[in-house]
């Protein structure tokens, strides 16, 4: 960074710049040659080893030591407020005996042949590099102590790292690691098999919460728990906007209102009078499918972005919507109306057991609903930025992305340049949620930097660019039939959902979801019931349709909880009672068994449908709110409990809502239990966080948040009218209760499996509370519209 005068300053520092061995060279710091080979291409793949690049355990691109003890830790994923930058410190600073004061961490360059996968999204980062990273914490504490023992000419098996330093157990002799680091760094890195980790009851760092957190040795002041809180909350941390290099020019750009749309004409001369604006350029159209390449349309080039924002404004531009096709009429009411009626018809069976024919047409009662799930925007705080800048055939970005090797790779195609010509600095990300994981915003700036003969160009999305032109949240309507017995026992259950496919990007669109998103709370499903029956409607994509956290786990979880509740109030049942008896017996499912082979890439041994995890999370979020079978889950007048459940990235997560509904239709939210079963917890304070940010966000999908279209066009522009959650509508009280955090299962993901319950939970209590059911998100002035009349019990499912 030429000119960012924080960097310097900060305890985050790019590794390029710094160097990983600081201040040693190849002398004093640890050095380690030694690379292991991964699992042979016959061996099938699960889990990291299934992702582009794998892992890697190599204590030598992880791990430096300097002569005066400092210790610095590489973070190879993005850090976008999920604390992963802590939790990676946490687990090779444990398992080396490093002290937490003389630990700092340095953000990695995009290099996944040197660090393994980068791609930050599916709550894989410590699930898929928990163990990988303890391995190469160990191996640097077993060549510490190695390095003691030649020194004092002892039995290694005398020398053991305490904190910070190596102990001759039968002298008390002691070495610090800075007086070990130059030694250290000759040796071969141990065999993988000789490796011994240490035993939960040995951490000091993974598994514990703040208070139990050791602060340091030294008198120093060290950092906080979390490793960049400190900076973050002072202004030191560099977001993408902070960058700014010397010579930079600035962009914004105008891009197509309707996706597939083209420049038809444009009449820049007012924007060139524009004082600081510098260029006007035209950038072509996308092709479709469009994958993560820019939308086109008009960029204009200023010395800042004010100047190149008033350009903009200045622009006289004719869009050409022919090539957009279908996506110029796409209106998402009508959208609506016609999935509805798609619904009506037989779709793609995704999933089939028993005979639901015969079980529908035989049952003593039948119901039918349909749920509604609108668009949505990641709208991350921070909107999109990038800075680009080329030298000769080498080109260097700054970016917040979640995928810092696609971006390299994407940057070397566009430009014709070697990707290791490439350097893609990951900045913090200010908030990604999926979006930045798409890098057509770093392409755009690695574009017209190509323009301005490689002058550095920022880049600048503003929050009106974000919402008109993201990657948006599919939107999806399910219906649900099922069967009642005289016994009011679930006996047949279709399910026919209905969503554009994020596949739509990279092919030609097939109007069904694939085996991905069905398999995100649909095929995976793992009620006890004898005939089940769930296809996948045509639905087709009209706009840029992209992940978002959670994914399709949000509108599945949505409309089979809010089905459960409704099957559980029209049964006359207590819906906890009813939910654990649609579970059945407790067990482990092969999720190959219900044609689902997709299982978030993990091997279906180790992580298996484990209905006593489902089972468990429901009954400890139930107990901690205090739910009573006897009473239901009414609390007084207008003001109920709601439960839902849901498994997801390999965790199980149930909540409880408490709330009250006044006769104005207000929303308050007393309460929240959440019962969050990930396995292993390694840091637990980090997950609670992500856990409490579910729910908010959750209660925005469920209460005020939506995308919609006219005429192929985003109706949405700012926070005024896309609506999130304001302090006044957040919960009194939030309690996260951890199940099961020992070491027995499989680590499970963290940052996104609290987020699909928390809609159904609230308007499941919505309807406890009022006896209005809600399916269709958000529930905005729905609760308004019906006033104090509501409170029947039964608004109107379809029932037979």
């Not at 002799?173 to 040796?187: I, K, Q, V, Y």
């Not at 190959?592 to 995890?613: C, F, G, L, M, V």
């Not at 006044?662 to 309460?671: A, N």
Request: overall charge neutral; hydrophobic content about 40%.
């Amino acid at each position: 960074m030429n000119s960012s005068s924080k960097t310097d300053t900060l305890l985050l520092a790019n590794v390029s710049r710094r160097g990983l061995l600081k201040g040693l060279g190849a002398a004093g710091a640890l050095v380690l040659a030694a690379r292991w080979d991964l699992v042979t291409a016959d061996v099938p793949k699960y889990g990291a080893d299934a992702m582009p690049n794998g892992w890697v355990d190599n204590p030598n691109v992880f791990i430096s030591i300097a002569t005066d003890g400092k210790v610095t830790i590489v973070n190879h994923r993005a850090e976008m407020g999920q604390g992963i930058r802590t939790s990676i410190v946490m687990v090779i600073a444990d398992e080396m005996g490093a002290d937490w004061s003389e630990v700092k961490v340095k953000q990695a360059l995009a290099d996944e042949a040197r660090y393994g996968n980068q791609n930050t999204d599916g709550s894989r980062s410590m699930r898929h590099f928990f163990e990988p990273l303890r391995r190469c914490g160990a191996a640097a504490r077993i060549m510490l102590e190695q390095a003691a023992a030649q020194q004092w000419q002892v039995a290694v098996t005398d020398c053991k790292t305490t904190v910070h330093q190596v102990v001759h157990t039968p002298t008390g002799r002691t070495l610090s690691f800075g007086e070990l680091a130059t030694r250290a760094s000759e040796l071969a890195v141990p065999e993988r098999q000789s490796l011994t980790l240490k035993t939960p009851d040995q951490w000091r760092y993974i598994n514990k919460q703040p208070e139990q957190f050791p602060q340091g040795t030294t008198e120093k002041t060290g950092q906080p728990m979390a490793i960049d809180g400190r900076d973050i909350v002072s202004g030191k941390a560099v977001y993408g906007a902070d960058v700014i290099l010397d010579n930079m020019l600035f962009a914004v750009i105008a891009r197509p209102p309707v996706y597939g749309a083209s420049l038809q004409s444009v009449d820049a001369s007012a924007a060139l009078k524009v004082a600081g604006v510098v260029k006007v350029v035209q950038l072509p159209t996308a092709s479709m499918p469009s994958a993560f390449a820019p939308l086109g349309g008009v960029a204009v080039v200023a010395d800042s972005t004010w100047a190149a924002m008033k350009g903009r404004n200045a622009l006289s531009i004719e869009w050409d919507n022919r090539s957009a096709g279908d996506n110029a009429h796409y209106d998402s009411v009508a959208f609506k109306a016609a999935m509805e009626a798609e619904s009506l018809k037989p779709g793609k069976v995704a999933r089939s057991t028993g005979n639901i024919e015969h079980a529908l047409e035989h049952a003593d009662r039948r119901l039918v609903a349909s749920y509604y799930a609108p668009h949505m925007a990641q709208a991350p705080m921070e909107p999109p930025v990038a800075i680009v800048q080329i030298e000769g055939d080498r080109a260097e970005a700054w970016a917040p992305v979640q995928n810092p090797q696609a971006t390299r790779d994407g940057i070397a195609g566009r430009l014709s340049l070697k990707p290791e010509n490439v350097t893609v600095h990951s900045t913090l990300l200010g908030g990604g949620f999926g979006r930045k994981a798409k890098p057509d915003f770093v392409f755009e700036a690695a574009d017209l930097s190509r323009i301005m003969a490689g002058r550095p160009v920022r880049v600048q999305w503003s929050r009106e660019d974000d919402l008109h032109h993201g990657f948006f949240h599919t939107v999806s309507l399910d219906r649900l039939e099922a069967a009642l017995n005289d016994a009011g026992k679930v006996t047949g259950w279709r399910h026919r959902s209905l969503s554009p496919s994020i596949m739509s990007l990279f092919a030609p669109d097939s109007g069904h979801m694939s085996d991905m998103e069905l398999a995100q709370g649909i095929r995976n499903m793992p009620f006890d019931i004898p005939a089940i029956q769930q296809e996948s409607g045509e639905a087709m994509a009209h706009l840029r349709i992209g992940w978002f956290r959670s994914v399709y786990n949000i509108p599945h979880a949505f409309a089979i909880q809010s089905f459960v509740a409704e099957l559980a109030a029209a049964a006359g049942r207590d819906h906890r009672e009813f939910l654990l008896e649609l579970l059945g017996p407790d067990r482990q499912i092969d999720p190959r068994s219900q044609n689902e082979s997709w299982n978030y890439r993990e091997d279906p041994k180790h992580y298996p449908i484990d209905t006593a995890r489902y089972r468990g999370v429901i009954e400890h979020a139930t107990r901690e709110a205090g739910w009573h079978s006897s009473s239901g889950s009414q609390r007084g007048p207008r003001r109920g409990l709601g439960l839902a459940v849901h498994h997801s990235f390999m965790s199980y997560a149930a909540v409880v809502m408490d709330v009250a509904v006044s006769d104005r239709g207000e929303v308050t939210i007393h309460r929240v239990d959440i019962a969050f079963d990930c396995g292993p917890q390694v840091n637990p304070e980090r997950i609670r966080s992500q856990l409490e940010g579910a729910c908010l966000m959750g209660i925005g999908i469920a209460l005020m948040t939506q995308i919609t279209t006219a005429e192929g066009k985003v109706q949405q522009d700012n926070f005024h009218n896309y609506l999130v959650p304001r302090n006044s509508q957040a919960p009194t009280e939030i309690h996260i209760h951890p199940v099961n955090d020992q070491l027995n299962v499989p680590i499970g993901g963290a940052g996104e499996p609290g987020l699909p319950p928390v809609a159904p939970a609230l308007c499941n209590a919505i309807f406890a509370a009022t006896g209005q059911r809600i399916r269709t998100l958000p529930v905005a002035d729905q609760l308004q519209t019906a006033g104090a009349t509501v409170n029947s019990r039964d608004n109107g499912h379809a029932v037979s």
